[in-house]
């Protein structure tokens, strides 16, 4: 059976003066991937979507890492849903309620391994001139959200 491609596309940015850790950049990574796995179980329980994040592409210059979403099949149950998106405006509402005390509903299930997870998405931006963006793009590679930004 071939994997279905979410439309959305998620790319994690960082972009550096100094040279990254490996262990950083994997531990990002692994922290996206274990950040997205809850979010699917909190969102839709028993019925999680059988979907997994994805390496495409990891491109030259700053490191543009993107990420996209397969999944066996489209559940009916599903429709329009698009994990993908959702989980942006996860990471978007977890970090502005972080940073500025806005709060949504989903905040509240914060953990200590939750804010682990979330510490190590931002830690390659933390060295000196380095930053680190997330944006999720749709149709024909257009920017629709940027989770890390005001």
């Known amino acids: 059976m071939k994997n279905i491609e979410n439309e959305f596309k998620f790319e994690y940015i960082i972009d550096y003066d100094k040279p990254i850790i490996v262990s950083e950049f994997t531990n990002a ?33 700053s490191i543009v890492t993107t990420l996209v979403e397969y999944s066996a099949i489209i559940l009916p149950f599903i429709g329009d849903v698009n994990t993908v998106f959702e989980f942006g405006n996860y990471i978007k509402s977890t970090y502005d309620y972080l940073l500025n005390g806005k709060k949504d509903s989903d905040e509240e299930k914060l953990d200590i391994k939750d804010l ?27 920017i629709v959200l940027n989770p890390l930004s005001a």
């Open 29 to 61: 990574l692994n922290a996206i991937s274990n950040q997205y796995e809850k979010f699917l179980i909190d969102k839709y329980g028993s019925e999680r979507p059988s979907a997994e994040l994805y390496v495409q592409e990891i491109k030259k210059g």
């Open 116 to 142: 682990n997870n979330l510490l190590k998405v931002i830690e390659p931006g933390t060295h000196t001139n380095n930053n680190v963006y997330i944006q999720i793009k749709g149709k024909n590679n257009n």
